[in-house]
Each structure stands twice: as structure tokens, then as C-alpha cells.
Nanobody
């Protein structure tokens, strides 16, 4: 059973940075999709960025140039480096995983992911 645990959320001022981490437990496959999603109050959950086992990356237009998705060398931890944060980035951030293969389209699709973490809150004040 795949288990995901996020950490690293918090409160920052606009222009600040945070790095989110997601520890991935129990995954046994060699092909996978990993993603970061977020959900603000009253809004639908949306994709932030995704990465697959081949290293292909996709990211939402709203975060390009500011957020970077990556993995550690052991591929057991997923990261989201968030720079130049804006108040509109305030949301609960979730990491997600599923067995691959995946495409640029599927790694950005919420319904494609079967495993989710509990979320970590990011609050950006102006």
C-alpha cells in the first residue's frame, strides 16, 4: 500500500519561499507518476506540477518560473520548491502518486492518481 506524507507547509509573506516535501512509502513499481496539487477554500483541487519516472515534468502556467518539482536521488521523496510566493498561492497542498506509465497529460490529471497524502497548508500574506 502506497503511503504519502507531506511536510514543509507554513505561513510566509508574499515574495517568500517554502519547500514542501512528500515522503513516499510502500511503492514497489519502477514506473510511476508523482504530482503536487492544491486546493484553496471554495475552489476545486488543481494541479501544480507533476513528474514521472523518466524525469518528464509538467507544471501549471500559474507557477511556471516560480515553483520547481523534483525528487531525491533515491526517489523516495518528492519536493516542491516554491519561490516568489503570492497570496493566491494560499491553499492546502497535496502530493499524489500512481503507477505509471504516465504522460504529460495524465500526470496533470487529478483523476489519474490513486494515492494521496493528507495535505500541508501554505498561507501567503500580502
Amino acid at each position: 500500500q502506497v503511503h504519502l506524507v507531506e511536510s514543509g507547509g507554513g505561513s510566509v509573506q508574499a515574495g517568500g519561499s517554502l519547500r514542501l516535501s512528500c515522503a513516499v512509502y510502500g511503492y514497489t513499481g519502477s514506473s510511476y507518476c508523482l504530482g503536487w496539487f492544491r486546493q484553496a477554500p471554495g475552489k476545486e483541487r488543481e494541479v501544480v506540477a507533476g513528474i514521472d519516472s523518466d524525469g518528464s515534468i509538467s507544471s501549471a502556467d500559474s507557477v511556471k518560473g516560480r515553483f520547481t518539482i523534483s525528487q531525491d536521488n533515491a526517489k523516495t521523496t518528492l519536493y516542491l520548491q516554491m519561490n516568489s510566493l503570492k497570496p493566491e498561492d494560499t491553499a492546502m497542498y497535496y502530493c499524489a502518486a500512481d503507477y505509471g506509465p504516465c504522460t504529460i497529460v495524465t500526470m496533470s490529471t487529478l483523476a489519474e492518481y490513486g494515492y494521496w497524502g493528507q495535505g500541508t497548508q501554505v498561507t501567503v500574506s500580502s
